[in-house]
């Protein structure tokens, strides 16, 4: 059974740039969040999708957003990168009902570099 | 803000249980406790949660006080490969999680 799977799993971008990051959530999980890990630093929520709407939001300007698709897989865009964007990011997936005998599942992460 | 106070930092001798405690007495009644590890550059990884009882499954036991202020997560026969940081988590269904600092474990051979 497949995880949660992340793509890229790296990536360097240049200043202003614009992002895309891609989500796979685990076999019947209907719930993506995204965090943004800094280098020594726990992760910081983003944001959470479920039935293709955003559902809630941590403290991050209007540069990040997403999307979650009728998959239920998920993307997390970021426009005008700036340096201190650079960081691990994380998605998790979950199954909104009866998720607390399951918890979150998170992928690997993708490392974005901005240069 | 994170719900939970954790050590920054254990030491634990190969073979040996580790135990780490979590304060959360802030939690309320609905939210669970939940252990989490992250391996060096890896997503993090689901160890264990519960609510009032103490649990167990094959990778550790969790112990919750009687009043639910705090618990603590054991690894019966620590390894080199449980280094990591450790996250203790207390939330509800239909809220997210959020992370605190951790607890560094270290595991020394």
């Known amino acids: 059974d497949a995880g949660v799977t992340q793509s890229p799993t790296h990536l360097i971008k240049t200043r202003g740039q614009q992002v895309t990051l891609r989500c796979s959530p685990k076999s019947g999980h209907d719930t993506v969040s995204w965090y943004q890990q800094a280098l020594g630093q726990g992760p910081q929520f983003i944001f959470q999708y479920y039935e293709e709407e955003e559902r809630q939001r941590g403290n991050f300007p209007d540069r990040f957003s997403g999307h979650q698709f009728p998959n239920y897989s998920s993307e997390l865009n970021v426009n005008a990168l700036l340096l201190g964007d650079s960081a691990l990011y994380l998605c998790?997936?979950?199954?909104?009902?009866?998720?607390?005998?399951?918890?979150?599942?998170f992928g690997s992460g993708t490392r974005l570099t901005v240069v | 803000d994170a719900k939970t106070t954790q050590p920054p930092s254990m030491d634990c001798a190969e073979g040996r249980a580790a135990n780490l405690p979590c304060n959360h007495s802030t939690i309320s009644g609905n939210e669970y406790v939940y252990w989490y590890r992250q391996i060096h550059s890896q997503g993090p990884q689901y160890i264990i949660h519960?609510?009032?009882n103490n649990e167990t499954n094959e990778m550790a036991s969790l112990i919750i006080t009687e009043d639910r202020k705090s618990s603590t997560l054991i690894l019966p026969h620590a390894t080199l490969r449980d280094t990591a940081v450790y996250y203790c988590?207390?939330?509800?269904?239909?809220?997210?999680?959020?992370f605190g600092k951790g607890t560094r474990l270290h595991i020394l051979p």
């Open positions: 998790a997936s979950s199954l909104a009902q009866g998720w607390r005998n399951y918890g979150y599942t």
């Open positions: 988590i207390g939330f509800r269904e239909d809220d997210k999680i959020i």
């Open positions: 519960g609510l009032k």
